[in-house]
């Protein structure tokens, strides 16, 4: 299918990790420049060659979200590489399971300043490019713990939940512009992000509460993810769409 994504330009965060990356190349093949930044500056390259390799146009950009000017920078370089930013996807992550009485207000900083702040800084750093243009997709993925809670997931659901809340509210502010701003909310997808043998150790009882007997994959998280880049989401705006195998259905 043809989303319409070519000469779109997309300014994405958390990109090297397996989602991120999956994220960006199928924009890439859709005919979209990315401009794609993470703190992993040796994954960044290897994506760049990537996606040289694959005839695209991408720039990697190093940058702490937590951070706002190195974020602010970032998306100036883009705008001037690309003469536009029309799509921002925010994927940038940290954290692992834990229970909330075993975590420390050092571990609930990082948490909340990568997923709340490094969302606040990245949306604040691109609206005013998209204002200007009349146009924008603005996309977060999140877990589905920020949406439904889950236990040892505290201390990551709670600023996702912000990007929520986020989300919602601006959406109704930049309406006008043609602005849309959306959330992916996922499920358990088997990605490296996870803590080593966590998921193995873990499997049986954690299938257990997914109607599709499986977890997910990035395969089938990316296309949603897409969808809402494109003009076929035109009319989707403000909204938390879980992409989760049927784990929570509310």
């Known amino acids: ?144 713990s920020s949406r439904v809670g889950e236990s040892g997931l505290s201390v990551i659901a709670a600023p996702r939940a912000g990007q929520g809340a986020l989300v919602k509210s601006v959406a109704r502010e930049v309406g006008r512009y043609n602005i849309t701003l959306n959330c992916v909310s996922v499920g358990v997808v088997e990605t490296s992000h996870y803590p080593s043998g966590h998921i193995e150790k873990y499997r049986e009882k954690i299938v257990k509460n997914y109607p599709l007997g499986r977890l997910g994959t990035v395969e089938d998280v990316t296309p949603m993810i897409l969808l809402l880049c494109s003009d076929l989401s035109n009319w989707i705006t403000g909204q938390i769409i879980s992409v989760n195998g049927g784990y929570a259905m509310v």
């Not at 937590?66 to 954290?95: H, L, P, T």
């Not at 609206?127 to 009349?134: A, D, G, S, V, Y």
Request: aromatic content about 8%.
């Open 1 to 144: 299918m043809d989303l319409g994504l070519k000469d779109r330009v997309a300014f994405l965060t958390g990109a090297t990790n397996e989602i991120g990356r999956a994220v960006c190349l199928g924009l890439v093949r859709e005919g979209a420049k990315v401009a794609f930044s993470d703190i992993n500056v040796e994954k960044g390259k290897a994506m760049a060659t990537e996606i040289a390799g694959a005839g695209g146009e991408g720039i990697f950009l190093k940058t702490d979200v937590r951070n706002y000017r190195e974020v602010q920078d970032s998306v100036e370089r883009a705008k001037d590489q690309f003469g536009r930013i029309d799509i921002m996807v925010f994927m940038a992550g940290v954290g692992s399971p834990k229970r909330f009485v075993e975590t420390r207000p050092d571990d609930w900083k990082n948490t909340v300043d990568v997923f709340l702040y490094g969302m606040l800084n990245t949306t604040h750093a691109v609206l005013p490019f998209m204002i200007e243009n009349k146009y924008g997709k603005i996309v977060s993925v999140m877990g589905d």
